[in-house]
């Protein structure tokens, strides 16, 4: 089963540097869990299609995110990567200067 995509806040921990660190590994780690279940296919790419809606923007400018938004738009139908890339409308100029959202 997939992490859900609640992440830590840096906020929670009394160590900014440490915070951010498990911050970023958490995340990579939904990633990587993501990746996994849109490279299933069937009802696991579905659920994992479902669930990064509302946050393309977010994880496309992050630098494990910009992977998953890569290969959710490779993997998944067109319907659904038309409805999933439609998030980025108002940010492509930004996306375009990003090293990790410029795909």
Known sequence: ?????????????????VADAL??????????????????????????AQRLGGAIARWSFHPSGCRLVQAALELCTVDVAVA???ELRGSVRRASESKHANF
């Open 1 to 17: 089963q997939s992490p859900t995509m609640e992440m830590p806040t840096a906020g929670a921990y009394a160590n900014p540097r």
């Open 23 to 48: 911050v970023f590994e958490a995340e990579a780690d939904v990633c990587a869990a993501l990746i996994q279940d849109l490279e299933s296919g069937g009802a696991a790419q579905a659920k994992a």
């Open 84 to 86: 999933l890339v439609s």
